[in-house]
């Protein structure tokens, strides 16, 4: 501590003891210049009044007096003038001492300047308009804003799905305050990022941040979110990673690991905004905040950027997402595994025998009832002898796969452990 504390003070300290000598500097040169000025006068006086009373002294005698005592007078306006231009220059080099010692920077803080200057322009403000019914059923525009980033030259803007979900059009505005429609290029509600693009005439380049690398985070590390809290554009806050590893649940239920947790402030608005590391790279897309009150409590929550790196490419390719899917559409958590609550019927799952819920019809004296009964429904408890215990779990393997590969998922049936090889197929995400 006492160290960081002496690095930061040495350099104004050796400012302030330069403003110090500035002044006595000051102080001397406007004594001397008086002193001067005032010997130089009376000697100048002196010398007149003794011209004038030597009235025994021929006319060029005289004259040749005068003549002295106007070089004289000269010289002392020549050195008053040489005086008051040292007493300026020691004046305006206090006011610079003074100014360097009010506008010195930390490296730190020298670097942080830096970074913002260099990838402000590429952070955007994302406004999306959506419809809702108002109590009389009519259709109701509402607007919501976010962030985003600019990460080709082509126009490729890199933000969350949350931002533009359901949207019925889309605006991105840039630094200079120009706004452009934007086209909803891909989306993934299953990691909660989209692409964007807008077209901008030829003339007019982008400012481009280019993803950087999120695998080798560390807590501990200083951290910049730039973004547009509460709609204050290219706003910049600093933190540190606070933990790596984190999850975070998206509106598709599923859970995105390996989240970084950051202290810097993160408030409405900023969602979709880029998270720099302390050299400028691109590590990560702040998304959510932990609060009551919607407004930053110190928990902010960030996609990493390798996870995008993944998923951007396809998104620009085929708009979508594909993974292998098992054809299980709805989960039930049990303290044994996962019961099978719907199937699709002509998913994988179905095609190769698991079941679901079964409809039971029994008989009460002369009445007929039918019972759906959940306990007749298979429970996935490992795949490929790897235990489950959540639907991330399960999904989050098979999502390792590739479309046509078999696993073999082990369940319990009516109490018996039973393995079902599945061939997995492709589902999207749009």
Known sequence: MREKQAKYLTPHLALLNQQRNMKKSLKIASTTCALMATTLTLSALAETDTAKNSGAKSAAAHSSAAAQTAAKTAAVKTAVSAAK??????????????????????????????????????????????????VYLNLVPK???????????????????????????????????????????????????????INVPPSQKLTVLP????????VGRRVLAIGNPFGLDRTMSSGIISSIGRTLRTEKGRLIKGII??????????SGGPLLDSSGHFIGITTAIFSNTKQSAGIGL??????????????????????PDLGIELFERTDKG??????????????????????VIYK???FVFQQVDRSLADVIIGVDDTPIKSQ????????????????????LRSGKTVKIPVKLSLVSSA
């Open 143 to 197: 607007e919501g804003f976010g962030s985003g980033a600019i990460f080709s030259p082509e126009g490729y803007i890199l933000t969350n799905n949350h931002v533009i979900n359901g949207a019925s059009s889309v605006r991105v505005t840039l630094f200079d305050g120009s706004s452009f429609p934007a086209t909803l290029v891909g989306e993934d509600p299953t990691t909660d990022i989209a692409v964007l693009k």
């Open 364 to 366: 009460v004296d002369d």
């Open 85 to 134: 231009r040292a007493v300026s220059a020691a004046k305006a080099a206090q006011s610079a001492a003074q100014a360097a010692v009010a506008t010195h920077m930390t490296p730190e803080e020298t670097e942080n300047v830096r970074i913002y200057k260099d990838v402000n322009r590429a952070v955007v403000n994302i406004s999306s308009q959506t419809t809702s019914e108002d």
């Open 338 to 359: 996962l019961r099978i609550i719907r199937l699709d019927p002509k998913g994988p799952a179905a095609i190769a025998g698991l079941s679901g819920p079964k409809l």
């Open 392 to 411: 991330d779990d399960l999904l989050s393997y098979v999502e390792q796969k590739k479309a046509g590969q078999v696993v073999t998922l082990t369940v």
């Open 261 to 270: 947790q950051t202290d810097a402030s993160i408030n409405p608005g900023n």
């Open 211 to 218: 993803f950087g690398d999120s695998s080798n985070l560390e």
């Open 302 to 323: 960030v996609i990493p950027i390798n996870i995008a790196k993944r998923i951007v490419p396809e998104l620009i390719a085929h708009h979508h997402v594909t993974r």
